[in-house]
């Protein structure tokens, strides 16, 4: 069974930092795009930024410049490096995943989200 397990979310002030990781664990053949989505309440998951396999980076426009998507094959981890944090960056974040599995079929996989908090 594949499951994501996302880390490192917290509460900071405006203007800091804070980096997130998700692992992919389970039975898994390869991953294709790995990524970040982020749902704030009352407003639906937006994507936030996504890495393909071979290290190509999506970013959504209020990330770029701040955020950092990056992806260790070898580990099947993927971290989210946010700078210059603003309170509008509050929300759950969720890791994403397209995994093939031990039948060789690709699906998607979520993990169960992480609380970022930035207060001004």
């Known amino acids: 069974q594949v499951r994501l397990v996302e880390s490192g979310g917290g509460l900071v002030q405006a203007g800091e930092s804070l980096r997130l990781s998700c692992a992919a664990s389970?039975?898994?053949?390869?991953?294709?795009?790995m990524g970040w989505y982020r749902q704030a309440p009352g407003k639906q998951r937006d994507l936030v930024a996504t890495?393909?396999?071979?290290?190509?980076?999506n970013y959504a426009v209020s990330v770029t410049g701040r955020f950092t998507v990056s992806r260790d094959n070898a580990k099947n981890t993927v971290d989210l490096q946010m700078a210059s944090l603003k309170p509008e960056d509050t929300a759950v974040y969720y890791c994403r995943a397209l995994i093939q599995g031990p039948d060789f079929s690709f699906r998607y996989y979520w993990g169960q989200g992480t609380q970022v908090t930035v207060s001004s």
């Open positions: 890495i393909t396999s071979d290290g190509i980076t």
């Open positions: 389970g039975t898994i053949v390869s991953i294709n795009n």
